[in-house]
């Protein structure tokens, strides 16, 4: 018996939502419910335009998993707004045999509400308070969860991190994503970064009204995007600025 998996293998769904309705309507979505998914160790990028059911993957399998749907551990939940898809109450998680069940969720989106929960719930007996993110910039406090809470070999769900953080802070964060794997950990990444993607021996699922299929760096659509618009940004400017 292989005790040496990853915190989730599988994850499937039951028949509970309507096809007529979102987010069944999302590709994505449709073939993850209809086929499942597998989640191999190490690092998994979801990679996709605006719509094309990334987030909504991330989100419900995090919340699937018990993870506060606006961010944060599987130790403390927090709601300002219920704004999560019914997906998460249709998707059932295999976790890995042995796989430790520690997680954290980085909704970049709501990340100034998770940092209000902490404050106001600080450990009074812990050894090192948490940070006063409130008080850094964006970029800054993404950088401190970073820092000391990607610390144990759970699964961590992220949803568009690179929001926050410049093209050195994005390097950063796959040193961050390698140490965790190092360590045992599991990710799950929904980015429209390019920069996040090219880590070595990740694995890349693009998204978009196909459903979902693995590919590789080279082969998405928004490296090809990019390198064209690095290249000449006046092929692409010309058609929103004439």
Not at 78 to 107: K, M, V, Y
Not at 177 to 205: F, K, N, W, Y
């Amino acid at each position: 018996m292989d005790f040496d998996q990853p915190p989730v293998v599988r994850v499937s769904a039951d028949d509970r939502l309507d096809p007529q309705e979102w987010p069944m309507t999302v590709p994505a979505v449709a073939q993850v419910v209809r086929e499942g998914l597998d989640l191999a160790k190490g690092v998994t990028f979801l990679v996709g335009e605006n719509g094309s059911g990334k987030s909504t993957l991330v989100e419900a399998v995090a919340v699937a998993f018990g993870l506060s749907p606006e961010g944060g551990t599987n130790q403390g939940r927090h709601t300002t707004r219920e704004s999560e898809s019914p997906l998460h109450r249709a998707l059932r998680i295999q976790r890995g045999l042995g796989a430790a069940r520690w997680g954290f969720f980085l909704r970049a989106e709501t990340m100034h509400g998770w940092y209000t929960f902490v404050e106001q719930h600080q450990n009074p007996w812990a050894r090192q308070p948490d940070s006063s993110y409130h008080e850094m910039s964006h970029g800054e406090s993404f950088l401190e969860v970073l820092r000391t809470r990607f610390d144990s070999p759970g699964f961590y769900c992220l949803d568009e991190p690179e929001a926050a953080l410049s093209f050195s802070s994005s390097l950063g964060l796959i040193s961050v994503l390698d140490r965790v794997v190092g360590e045992g950990g599991q990710v799950l990444c929904a980015t429209h970064s390019p920069v996040l993607a090219a880590m070595p021996g990740a694995t890349i699922l693009e998204i978009g009204e196909w459903g979902v299929r693995r590919t590789t760096w080279e082969e998405l659509e928004l490296v090809q995007h990019w390198r064209r618009y690095l290249d000449d940004p006046r092929r692409y400017l010309r058609h929103v600025l004439d």
